[in-house]
Structures are given as C-alpha cells and as structure tokens.
C-alpha cells in the first residue's frame, strides 16, 4: 500500500487506512490523511478481466459530462504522478484512489422513501444526461453482465455439472426458478423491441453507490465499473430488488422480506421524473417487469453459484448462496403478488 500511495505523492506514513464497504467484488479502503480522505479500491480481476477498460470509459464519460454539463459532480479517480487513473502494485493488482467528496455522505440501508426517490432520480439523471452519448463508445467491461438468457442458460448448466448434494436439496427452489422462465421469454422481447433502446447504464443501483448531502439531497452516483450500453430495465429493477424490502439479500428469515407500496412509488416516481424526457412510450410500461427481471436474476445467479461450489460469490457459511437465492425467490413472489397493486402506479406526473 505504501507503494500505491506513493504513486500519488501521499506518505504512507501519515496515513490511516481501514477496510470500507459491503461489496461482494471489489476491495475497498478509506484513507484518512490529515483533513483529506480518500477511497482507495483493488479492482477484482476475475470478475474485470480488463481494469483498463474501465479506466477509458470513465474517462470518456468524464470527458462528455464536463463539456456538456460541467455542474454535474462527477467523481473521476485521481490520476498519479504520472499521470495515471489507475496503479499497477507489484503482484500486478489495479488499483485506484478516489477523492472522498467534502460533505458528502453514503446510506449503506434504506430506511425512507425519501431516500428511495431520492438514488432513482440520481440514478435516471445520470442516464438522462448521458442520452446525448454514444453507448456504443463503451467497452464492456463484463461481457453479458445482465444477460438474463444467458444467466437462465448458465443455471440450466449447472442443473448438469453442479454438486449432485445441492442440487438434490435445492430442488423446490430450482422448480421454483424454473417455473418462472416467461420472465426470461419477455427479456428476449424487449431485446427485438426497437421501443426497447440501448442506453448508457450504472448496472449497480445499489443505495450505497449514491453519494447524498447532509440533508440527504442526492448529489451524484459512484462506482462506475459497470457502466456499460444496456436497457432501463436494469438500473429500475435493481433499485426495485434492493430498496423495496427492509431486509437485504443477507437475511436468512424470509418473514422478514416486504414489498414495501411506498418505496416502489418512490422508486419509480424519481426515475420516472428524470427520465419521461427521454423515454419512450413503450417503456414505462415495463416498470414492474424491472423488478421482476433483477430479481429473478440476482436469484438464478446465487444458486447457480451455489450449485458450482461458490467460485463467484464467495460464501461466509455452508449454503450461503442457497440462503440468498432463496431469499430473492422469496421476494420475487411477493412482488409478484402485488402486481395488480403496483403495476403503473408511481408515475406522478404521467
Ligand atoms: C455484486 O460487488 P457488489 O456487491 O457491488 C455484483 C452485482 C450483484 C451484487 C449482489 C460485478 O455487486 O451484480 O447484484 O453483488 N457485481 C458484480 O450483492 O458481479
Ligand atoms: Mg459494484
């Protein structure tokens, strides 16, 4: 780390550094230095097999969003010494170092609805003042990353080479998975669908990729790694998966798993309002579908991993994947439940 630190003319010496964060994939820390502090992260290489690639979109998004809207807080990483976005450490770990913004603070939960409106509108502003911009200019930086026919292929597979044991145990769940494939068919839909365009898309709407001010007024989203051309479907519907439940993908008590009405017209008010000067007719209607399609997506990826023996995720305990695919299986049916209650609602100014 002294190395890395280095490279941006900070002395190791007069540095704190503590681990920071909850993401699944990347290493991050928080770097005190006197009054300044920083957010320094390893880019995980098995799941970004190439961090320069991620380097050159954000600077060309950094580029657009400076010449078009230069208010627009867009947090880039710092560059080194050299001139460099990224640092090569001596096992030939990436690494980068991001200003912490002044003022700004981060809600790992979301406890309001006020929070919830509040990331969807960033989340679509973000989108929104990108429309301008050539998705096609990105590099994919994970191929097929929401490509739910191929996530329904690759559990289909597993259901063959996995663990003969897990599959055998997880066989309701599976039934379960498998009973709900419409939701891959209506996918394959949207695909043909030219009301259906590609946009540019954060792909990890996670609440914590917001940065808020102190009165919880958004400020801008972070975390752009898996900013790739892709459909509205997957900023929407990943919000839906981790906003609309108190509980997260991490609890083991399915009671405990909501659909919460207010926080899915907050979510869905807040990009919708951001996004209604851009969208097409077609795509508000796919609102719910959003919800369905992340969250039976995030399902099929747990328990594939888990059938595989957890070479993706990881897993804290024996059947951890297992626990948190049932828990997505859990809150898909109970958003599908309430369907007829929540389908076109939220549109405010609709
Ligand atoms: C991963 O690293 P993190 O926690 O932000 C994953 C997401 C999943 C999420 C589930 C690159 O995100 O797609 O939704 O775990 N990111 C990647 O917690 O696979
Ligand atoms: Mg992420």
Redesign the pocket.
């Known amino acids: 780390m002294q190395a890395i630190l280095e490279q941006y003319g900070i002395p190791y010496t007069e540095t704190d550094i503590q681990k920071f964060g ?5 290493h991050t820390w928080v770097v005190n230095r006197g009054t300044e502090k920083y957010i320094l992260q390893r880019i995980n290489e098995q ?1 970004f097999k190439e961090p320069m690639a991620i380097v050159h979109n954000i600077d060309l998004l950094a580029e657009y969003l400076a010449h078009h809207y230069p208010e627009y807080l867009f947090v880039a990483p710092l560059k080194t010494k050299n001139g460099s976005s990224v640092v090569k450490d001596a096992a030939g770990g990436y690494f980068r170092l991001v200003p912490f913004v002044k003022g700004s603070c981060s809600v790992d939960v979301v406890t309001t609805p006020e929070q919830a409106y509040a990331a969807a509108a960033q989340f679509g502003k973000f989108t929104r003042l990108l429309n301008g911009f050539d998705a096609s200019k990105l590099n994919i930086t ?1 191929p097929d ?1 929401h490509n739910l026919s191929l996530r329904y292929a690759q559990f289909l597979r597993a259901l063959k080479n996995g663990d003969a044991q897990r599959i055998a145990a997880a066989s309701s769940l599976i039934e379960y998975l498998q009973s709900q494939s419409g939701i891959v068919e209506t996918y394959e839909q949207i695909l043909q669908d030219d009301n259906f365009p590609v946009r540019v898309m954060h792909h ?1 709407t ?1 609440i914590s990729n917001v940065l808020f001010d102190a009165q919880e007024h958004g400020l801008c989203v972070i ?1 752009l ?2 900013v790739m051309p892709g459909y509205f479907i997957s900023d929407l519907g ?1 919000m839906m998966r981790t906003y609309l439940s108190p509980v997260s ?1 991490e609890e083991s008590d399915f009671d405990k798993i909501e659909v919460r009405k207010d926080f899915y017209e907050a979510i869905v008010n807040g990009y919708y309002n951001e996004m209604k000067a851009v969208m097409t007719d077609a795509e508000p209607r796919y609102f719910f579908y959003a919800g369905t399609f992340m969250i039976y997506m ?1 399902a099929l990826r747990f328990l594939t991993d888990h059938l595989l023996g957890d070479p993706y ?1 990881g897993a804290k305990y024996p059947g951890h994947n297992l626990v948190r695919s049932g828990n997505q299986a859990v809150l898909l049916q109970k958003l599908q439940t309430k369907k007829s209650l929540l389908e076109g609602r939220g549109m405010r100014n609709s």
């Open positions: 909850t993401g699944l994939i990347n799941v994970i990353f990890d996670k975390d790694d898996t990943d993908e995030q995720y």
